[in-house]
């Protein structure tokens, strides 16, 4: 296995993750905090709210899903080594 | 090179072992099957025949134990097709999503649940189906199929009006979206159900006591939420697929 390659890929796989990990990290801050004023401005609504809530962040949580996938696939399934 | 390492490091835990992209091949008919997916699998259908066979067998009028739990699921069932398709016709499509929900938070949970590591393969090891991209590209698949028979089948031709219907501009993003829904369903499965397994196999790999069993629970609640939101988009993909334009 060429060590470049290897090395790269390491650098990219921890990347993929990181750098995907940024928006979705913002999306669900915000999703929350708009849940929280939701409850507090309704209580009676809390159920509803937090399962509309916990839907939303696992789409969002795919987001960087996508990313550990690509670093998943650079670290243990490499197309570039042979 | 970082896999020699691994190889090391395996050998001293063997009980907590990192494993990704080893299976146990069996050769078919000249394809090569994932062995573990296959015996997983089919514990999965098994426990799930068992429990729908001794929940329906003895019905009465007024549902207690068993029955009663069976009720209540199948109606939580129905109320993510209810919900997503519509009153008018969501009712041919109950079976599908709650086999599809079904199977799938089976998987997840009897891979999280059920302590494969203590049965040792000659290569790969035991855990939830669903951690093999193939297993998921099929359900998604599955949806894609049932998408567009849903389509076909109610408005006919009419149905590839919906790629150009407000503008023509937007064609390509259409059939793209075709492309996209699998893709995207698929990897968010599969990517979900992995992470949750290597982040439990890590932990475990360095403290083996007590601090995996945060994360396992988290895992258990996660992949749970997984297999509610496959089954939701699917029926939302069949809902958009049905709905009628006016």
Redesign the interface.
């Known amino acids: 296995m060429n060590p470049i390659v290897s090395a790269a890929s390491v650098v990219a796989s921890g990347l993929a993750v990181g750098l995907a990990a940024i928006g979705p990290g913002i999306g669900q801050g915000t999703a929350a905090a708009q849940a929280v004023e939701g409850i507090a401005r309704q209580p009676e609504a809390e159920g509803r709210i937090r399962g509309t809530l916990l839907l939303s962040l696992a789409f969002m949580e795919s987001l960087t899903i996508y990313g550990l996938v690509v670093s998943l696939a650079l670290l243990f399934a490499n197309p570039f080594t042979s | ?2 896999q020699n390492s691994f190889n090391i490091l395996q050998a001293f835990y063997s009980l907590s072992a990192v494993e ?2 080893k299976h146990l091949y069996w050769n078919i008919a000249g394809f090569q099957l994932h062995g573990q997916v296959f015996i997983v699998t089919w514990i999965v259908l098994a426990a799930l025949l068992v429990f729908t066979i001794a929940g329906t067998s003895n019905l009465k009028q007024t549902p207690q134990g068993l029955q009663n739990f069976m009720e209540y699921a199948y109606e939580f069932l129905q109320d993510i097709a209810k919900n997503q398709i519509g009153e008018h016709d969501y009712r041919p499509w109950v079976p599908y999503i709650s086999t599809v929900f079904l199977f799938i938070f089976t998987c997840n949970w009897a891979g999280a649940l059920i302590p494969w590591k203590l049965i040792e393969l000659p290569e790969g090891e035991l855990a939830a189906p669903t951690n093999d991209i193939n297993v998921t590209v099929a359900l998604a698949l599955l949806t894609s199929l049932s998408y567009f028979y849903a389509g076909l089948s109610k408005k006919g031709l009419g149905y590839f009006n919906r790629y150009v219907n407000p503008t023509p501009i937007l064609l390509p993003i259409n059939i793209l979206e075709d492309f996209t829904k699998p893709l ?1 369903l698929s ?2 499965l ?3 159900i ?2 949750d397994e ?1 982040v439990v196999s890590v932990f475990a790999l360095l403290v083996p006591i007590l601090i995996p069993l945060p994360v396992m629970t988290l895992g258990l609640f ?1 992949s749970s ?2 297999a ?2 496959f089954s ?1 988009l699917s029926a939302a993909y069949i809902g958009e697929a049905l709905e009628d334009h006016h």
């Open positions: 090179m970082y990704v992209g995207s990897f968010r599969f990517g979900n992995l992470a290597l996660a939420v997984q509610l939101i939701t």
